[in-house]
């Protein structure tokens, strides 16, 4: 889980689930708790569900929130 | 725009009586200069030292370093930031060539502080050891910080940049040695001569990537981080728009005397007009947020692109994550047509054996580097030590450490240092001045 | 007087052409074939044994090459090793590069080789063994053997390296500062790279763009209500004391902290020691980076079947990929230990 995509491919991760931020990737501290909590929720969700995925090349998950 | 830097070549500093400047002698009224220093109430301490290249002194930690001027015109140096707000990049500034103002820390350091030794093997680590330096070391009351990594020096280096205007005020009413004028017509405005040659601009990635305020690096005041890129004259650059900010392993950071004296900014002036239309100075930014970097990128390459750009030279103040700024500002342009060069240096550790850059791209095909910032390098005990030696290890700089288990503290007792590059003083050089580049083992 | 020992194959070491490529490995004392020039040129070591190896034993029993040689050299007295020159010889090449890397990481001593550009070989190990540039074929033997005897006596005299290129070597994948004897400004060298880019000059950039790293893609986990999943960190997030002392930067140390009875990460308990962002979010609520408490819904749900005992932590500002490397390693040495299925590594 990263922001900084072409930084995670270019060291080889290969599944990659966005973060919004450096210093915060999963919750924004400019928005309520229940937002950072849906968010968090969600893509760490997401990452989940990668870790079950059969992949054939680098693959950057799509996130919802 | 036009700017006259008109330039006063000092040969020597001294303290006396009055502060002023004649044949080459620059001479400081100390105690004045300290009253202009203590203004500001936050300042508990300070005294101010004259050392030379040679000098057996190691300073640290170092904050920032400042060249003495003043506007002619009238006005602050540093507007937005020292005085009110104007346009600056236009008419005559004085500027005392040869030396700078450099502030140090009596005490406390923090990760973007630096050394500078003046002679010796660390000399040539960094390029403020050629200067003859008027050294303000002074101590604060900002409790908040003292114990803190991250600092943002205020006190210190606005009382830098007030001592650097009343000292450059000296000569305000002098005639010049030698005048460089830098002059660019504006963009649609140009000879056909000039409009047949192929046509560049300099974008320029300076720090801010902290969202706090009070660390990033400020144009006419205004922190970097809230701004999208914008097109600069680069006379603005060279006469006080930019001032350096407090946040980045030092080796990679840009000081205010950088900004003043923006070698890779001269060099194309001498080219315009022969080799190149400089079109200007596309100031982008860092930031900590993919969709920040690539919106500053499409920022970038849009503004290129609507200059009718064919070429640009890319720089950026940092390393690291901003490395993926940096390489999609190239992408970016290479996408839109506009050949471009990097400017940077590398992080490739100890050994030498890890990535170079953190984001690369093979249209990132040309790139100028000026070393790696984790480069090990072992001094051995300077005579002087102005500051504190310890901050080096105590206080985190970025390429100092307390314990490491195979090099212990970066402070031996017989006061010998062993540290990365990345603590020393704008060691890198990005902006032009560095003659040292990364070679393949 | 300081030792060297020579590797060839069968051809070179006069056991025969094609036919005796299976000849076993043996070791000779004293000189044979090109080890005579090479002991010739080398004014810093005497050339004390010659091993010699058929291509085809090494290719199909390497493991056992490797082994009776690494045998061979246990009770010798050598100070650096010498292979090849192997020319465009693929298989010849192979085996320099095997015997090379194997003897540097047994005994420490300094390995060189040569070989054409087109042997396979450079690019397999050029990153761990120093191959200098050589001929196509034999006819570029002593003028090869100069070269690699040149180094070698400097290497053994700790004389100052230059740059691979300026050696002749194929760059090992290390980059290092140099200062320019040019003493050429980077704002000359930036303009002036622009300026032949702009006019289709050939240029040459300063930074060549590595090839990218690639990692094997894992097998998916096939049902995540029974696996356990571990976090894992380069945010920094650490208790407050920060126990392991893992550096703000330039990190080497990492940590690993137990969560089992922890619902969320807590502020005032955790908090992050990166240097290369503002904390202020992250000590206000650790979760942000280290998502322990959606982590613990998933397990409560069932979507998961536990999340694993500890999380890891290490910061990444300044971190050098090598360094990074040994840590991920060292890190999953405990998590295939607690048999962890899966793991969420949030970077900042």
Known sequence: MANLIPVAKTVGSNKIVPTISIPYPLGNPDTSKEQQWKLRYHRVGVALDALTTDIKEQTVFTVKI | MRLELGNFHVKDIVFGEFTSFKDGVLTINKEEALSIVKEDEDITEADLLIVKPGDEVRLVPVKEAIEPRCRVSGGPVFPGVTGELLQVGNGRTHALKECSVLVVGKHWGGFQDGLIDMSGEGAKYTYYSQLKNIVLVADTNEEFEKREQQKKNRALRWAGMRLSEYIGSCVKDLEPEEIETFDLDPVTKRSTDINNLPSMVLVLQPQSQMEESGYNDLNYGWDCNHMVPTFMHPNEVLDGAMISGSFMPCSSKWSTYDFQNFPTIKRLYKEHGKTLNFLGVIMSNLNVALEQKERSAQFVAQLAKSLGADGAIVAEEGYGNPDADFIACIVALEDAGVKTVGLTNECTGRDGASQPLVSLDEKADAIVSCGNVSELIKLPPMKTVVGELQSLARDGLSGGWEGDEKLGSSVKEDGSIIMENNAMFCGDQVVGWSTKTMKDF | MKKAILYLNQFFGQIGGEDKADFAPVIKEGLVGPATELDKKLNNAQVTHTIICGDNFMGSNQDEAVETILGFLEDKEFDIFFAGPAFQAGRYGNACGVICKAVKEKFGVPVISSMHIENPGVEMFKKDVYIFKGGHSA?????????????????????????AEDEGYFPRGIRHQVWLDSNTPASDRVVDMLIKKLNGETFETELPIPKADRVPIASPIKDLSKATIALVNTGGIVPVDNPDRIQSASATRWGRYDISSMERLKSGEFKTIHAGFDPAAADADPNVILPLDA??????????????????STVGTGTTQAEAARMGKEMSEYLKEANVDGVILVST
């Open chain 3, 139 to 163: 006819a570029k033997m002593r003028k090869d053997i100069k070269t690699i005897a040149k180094f070698g006596d400097k290497l053994l005299n700790n004389e100052n390296l230059l740059p």
């Open chain 3, 295 to 312: 982590l613990r819904v998933y397990e409560k749900e069932g979507k998961i079947g536990k999340v694993h005992e500890y999380f890891y």
